[in-house]
């Protein structure tokens, strides 16, 4: 996520258009069904991890 949408602070993105971009991933061989908010919500903090480490208090 990080690397496509860098600038966009990972929290203000809402979990509907998180799934979709997990979705649209190159190569992601998930299955839409099986998404979850705990996983989004594991998705949405690794990126603002990598967010933080880039944008932090700027």
């Known amino acids: ?3 496509k ?3 966009l602070n990972p929290l203000s ?4 258009d998180l ?3 997990v979705l649209e991933i ?3 061989e998930g299955k839409p ?7 989004l919500e594991a998705i949405q903090m690794a990126w ?4 933080q ?3 932090g208090d700027s």
């Open 5 to 7: 949408h860098g600038k």
């Open 26 to 28: 190159e190569n992601f």
């Open 13 to 16: 993105v809402r979990f509907t």
């Open 53 to 55: 480490d880039e944008y």
């Open 33 to 39: 069904e099986d998404s979850n908010e705990k996983k």
């Open 48 to 51: 603002y991890e990598e967010w």
């Open 19 to 21: 799934h979709k971009w």
């Open 1 to 3: 996520m990080f690397e």
